[in-house]
């Protein structure tokens, strides 16, 4: 009986020595009440500590029990609460005769504070012997004028009938009536939450009764008012009709919580499409109420949990603009979960209206100051809007120029992300090439940011195919560059600025002025003339900062648009020659400009090389090199934008978990209908070994038993082994304890302790094992991040009759896989870059290994890892010596994981290189660092 005692936590306020038990003894008979209040802490503290203090008793119950303190009472009760109340034989000490008369006195107390507290600890008492004298008194407590001793006898009644039901066998008849004239809502609560508990139909009865009042009840009644209607309607499906008017009518309380709990119930009882509705209503106008950022983000995610369920997720596409309302929270994290459970809802139907809506906060975020994180927002609403007009080409056409004005965009990534969307809609729509076109010339010369510059030349390269479009493109760019030639510009610029400084000198100008007094004064100063020079071209600004990859990208879109405008069949040839000599000159130029000192960091070997070719191309045009550059290019465009877009699907496909295991046209087979001779022999050997487990997956049996680790030796007293079942957050130990000894063990005890993110969640309890007997424990621990973590320990016990200490077992230590709470994700290019230049943690694994193929050694690690590779398998494909690939995934957290995988294989055929692992926190990226370190070795071992 003491293994199911329920102690109070207490901690030792004071570090000191103990006192005897004689010290205590005069304390508590002769000390004032403060001393008095610290010797009882000591005797509580000592008592949890396992001291047996049997003195101690009458003591308390002569001198400490009639003192007329609250706090000194309270201390009391929890000293009852850990004193043994038994005798060595087993029988009640004659001592608690004399506590319950005093716990019966304490029940007529005229302060309710008195009154509540003995009845809170009688809540804790497992005693029936104690706690029958007193029924009596706690019934009477049901009538107290205070709500206070009230809601605590109810209480009392409820845990009391609970554990045993002959002290008080008509409780459930009790609390009815006592619902029928209780006004205090925590009371009526209580009682309620009994009956549920002690007599469900009556607890039913009750709120037939009331069932029109339901909407004006206290919002803790109705609480429990919509958990009971839960219960019920799922075990008896007649009752739903009975009470789902009840729900709809509480989906309109002014409780936030009480509308969730509402609407979670209205989905378990119905999935009409009327009541999703009503369920979609009711959580997004939570979200849009409630201020807590983590209440809109738990929402969201019932939300996203709805669309999950293909027959919701129509329903949900009718009120998605309502959805959109959510946009309005400042939180940048809702925002971004909203967005994507809004584009998962776009439909045909509703495409048009959630594109305006999204430009509407597009035009917002320009002068939207009081937004926090308004760039990060912009992005998000550009990606959005790129995704709708990627799945809806219709509505594309009104999207694109909106879009293009953001090109200018302070903010790169923003920018980035509409020009790729341009690319993209340059080659899935063709009738709109046109005017996105000029929309895009005339946006050019406005592009701050070098990247979005490049990826913008190389749409004018690929997409200008008229003679007029291709003059136009080609004047745009030298418009960007200024005048030429750049070198023998920029220096006359920076001799005419010298000649300006030190011809340019103050003058003494006097001039004669009329004072107010009518008298004449002379005022002189010094004046400078100030010449302002225009501001440099963008493109010209970026070559003089050293950015060569610019002009790379400059001089394959001018050797583009020049060798289609000779191939043009309108075109003169003084007209091809002019366009071919322009091309050429701006490449010269930028050669001679990176040759010099002017540019800070001067040309690269790679870029001048590039623009050599382009010149060499121009210079002398062959078949080839033309195919390459007019045909080539575009069709590795269109090859990486089918690849991305397998990409997405099979990501989306893999986190939604759809696998068609049925064909649509597989056939069905009725074996009612068919004749013992139209069966074979296989069929009905194949259900026998169904029917009896044999033909059970092996891998799944395998994978289970790698969860089982063996926590001590065969020859130990006591052998225990542990199955690990990890869920998300929760991790549920399954321990297997065996005495492997004929003496019956005491007090056994299964200690754990954790290192890392981990905690335990439960106080170990003592059990008792027979000779040769066994038992299972179990254990839960909570997970707060992706780390490798350890949990360790040891298991005591006590021998029966042997008088030495505490025997110990010191168990092995259970490792947590990191793997457990890693999956393969889904990220852009774009996306990758941002976020592994933001990320602050590296992790840098050297490569040691024998596998003989770098591709081999790429799927080892994706395996091991349990991350996706984003590279594509055409960049993948051929033999080559070497190898580069990014490797991405998240965790159950919402961490985010990046690899880059760089690696070549020398003459001899040694696989070598690095792996960089980078992540926002510091666990994440050690532990995968361990794991491939530690999978390598196995990797290599394996191939061998």
């Known amino acids: ?98 506590v319950c008369d005093a716990y019966r006195k304490d029940l007529l107390h005229p302060n309710e504070y008195v009154r509540g507290s003995v009845l809170r600890f009688l809540c804790k008492l497992k005693e029936p012997e104690l706690l029958e004298p007193l029924m009596p008194s706690i019934q009477e407590c049901l009538n107290h004028r205070h709500s206070y001793v009230r809601r605590n006898a109810v209480l009392a009644i409820y845990t009391i009938y609970k554990n045993f039901h002959d002290l008080i066998p008509d409780a459930p008849e009790l609390m009815q009536n006592y619902l029928e004239q209780e006004q205090d809502a925590s009371c009526k609560r209580n009682a309620f939450m009994m009956l549920i508990a002690a007599d469900q139909q009556r607890a039913l009865d009750y709120l037939s009764t009331c069932i029109d009042q339901v909407q004006s009840f206290n919002e803790i009644l109705q609480l429990v008012i919509v958990e009971l209607i839960n219960k019920v309607c799922r075990s008896d499906v007649a009752q739903r009709a009975r009470f789902i008017r009840v729900v709809y009518n509480l989906l309109d309380s002014t409780s936030g919580a009480v509308r969730y709990e509402a609407a979670g119930t209205l989905l378990t009882l119905s999935a009409a499409a009327a009541a999703v509705t009503a369920a979609a209503r009711c959580y997004t106008d939570l979200i849009i109420k409630e201020a807590d950022n983590n209440v809109k983000l738990i929402v969201l995610d019932r939300l996203m949990s709805l669309k999950a369920n293909p027959q919701h997720e129509r329903v949900l596409q009718n009120i998605v603009m309502d959805i959109l309302r959510v946009l309005a929270a400042p939180d940048l994290s809702v925002r971004r979960k909203t967005l994507d459970l809004a584009l998962d809802l776009v439909s045909s139907r509703n495409a048009a209206e959630v594109v305006a809506f999204l430009k509407k906060e597009l035009a917002k975020t320009n002068s939207a100051e009081e937004f926090e994180k308004t760039a990060e927002y912009r992005q998000l609403l550009v990606r959005a809007l790129h995704s709708c007009g990627v799945k809806f080409p219709d509505i594309a056409a009104t999207i694109v120029p909106q879009l293009m004005e953001f090109l200018s965009d302070a903010s790169a990534n923003s920018a980035m992300d509409v020009i790729l969307f341009v690319r993209e809609a340059f080659e899935r729509l063709p009738a709109l090439r046109s005017e996105m076109l000029t929309n895009l010339l005339q946006n050019f010369t406005q592009i701050k ?49 010298e000649e300006e400084a030190t011809a340019e000198e103050p003058k003494l100008v006097t001039k004669t002025r009329i004072t107010a007094d009518g008298t004449y004064a002379t005022e002189s100063a010094y004046t400078v003339t100030s010449t302002n020079k225009a501001e440099k071209p963008i493109l010209r600004k970026l070559l003089l900062e050293g950015d060569f990859f610019l002009a790379t990208s400059i001089a394959v879109a001018l050797a583009k648009l020049a060798l289609r405008f000779s191939s043009s069949s309108t075109a003169t040839p003084q007209q091809k020659n002019s366009i071919k000599g322009q091309a050429m000159l701006v490449m010269a130029s930028m050669l001679h400009l990176g040759r010099s000192t002017i540019p800070s960091p001067p040309i690269d070997n790679n870029s001048y090389d590039r623009i050599m070719v382009c010149l060499r191309v121009l210079a002398e045009p062959s078949e080839e090199t033309t195919q390459i550059f007019l045909k080539h290019c575009h069709e590795a465009l269109v090859q990486m934008l089918d690849t991305l877009k397998e990409m997405k699907s099979q990501a989306k496909a893999d986190s939604r978990g759809q696998t068609v295991e049925v064909q649509a046209d597989d056939q069905i087979t009725f074996r009612a209908l068919r004749s013992k001779e139209e069966a074979t022999e296989d069929e009905f050997e194949t259900n026998l070994k169904q029917a009896t487990g044999v033909d059970e997956d092996k891998s799944a049996i395998t994978s289970r038993l790698s969860k089982v680790f063996q926590l001590s030796g065969f020859s130990d007293p006591v052998y225990a082994e542990a199955y690990v079942n990890v869920h998300q957050y929760d991790i549920m130990l399954d321990v297997l304890v065996v005495n492997q000894t004929g003496d019956t063990l005491q007090n056994l005890t299964l200690e754990l302790a954790t290192l890392g993110d981990l ?11 027979a000779g040769h007997d066994f038992c299972s424990i179990t254990a839960n621990v909570k997970v707060s991040s992706t780390e490798t973590g350890i949990i360790f320990g040891n298991i005591v016990y006590d021998v029966t009759g042997s008088t030495s200490d505490r025997n110990v077992v010191v168990l092995n230590d259970i490792h947590i896989d990191i793997m457990d709470y890693i999956t393969p994700a889904y990220c852009t290019d774009l996306e990758y870059r941002s976020m592994w230049a933001e990320f602050e943690w590296e992790n840098k694994v050297a490569v040691r290994t024998s596998i003989s193929t770098l591709r081999g050694f790429l799927d080892h690690l994706i395996k091991t890892t349990n991350m996706r590779c984003l590279t594509p398998d055409s960049a993948l494909e051929g033999e080559c010596d070497f190898l580069a690939a990014n490797l991405y995934a998240r965790s159950v957290f919402g961490e985010d994981a990046l690899a880059n995988l760089s690696i070549e294989r020398d003459a001899s055929g040694q696989i070598s290189g690095h792996i960089r692992i980078r992540s926002k926190t510091q666990g994440i990226a050690l532990s995968l660092g361990d794991k491939i370190t530690l999978n390598q070795k196995e990797g290599s071992a394996s191939e061998q």
């Not at 080609?474 to 750049?486: D, H, K, S, T, W």
């Open 449 to 497: 940011a070098a990247r979005v510059s490049r990826a913008t030349l190389w749409i004018m390269g690929e997409y200008a195919h008229s003679d007029a479009d291709i003059t136009a493109a080609i004047n745009e760019i030298r418009a960007g560059l200024g005048a030429l030639p750049l070198l023998d510009t920029e220096i006359r610029d920076i001799a005419s600025k």
């Open 1 to 98: 009986m003491a293994s199911d005692q329920c102690y109070t936590l207490v901690t030792d306020p004071d570090d000191g020595d103990m006192p005897t038990e004689k010290q205590l003894r005069q304390d508590l008979e002769n000390g004032s009440l403060a001393i008095k209040l610290k010797s009882m802490k000591k005797v509580i503290y000592m008592l949890l500590q396992g001291e047996k203090l049997p003195s101690l008793l009458m003591t308390v119950i002569r001198f400490v029990m009639p003192v007329d303190d609250h706090d000194l009472k309270k201390l009391v009760l929890i000293f009852w609460e850990v004193m043994p109340k038994y005798s060595a034989d087993g029988k009640l000490l004659h001592e608690m005769i004399l």
């Open 759 to 769: 905690k335990l969640t439960e106080k170990p309890t003592s059990y008792t094992l």
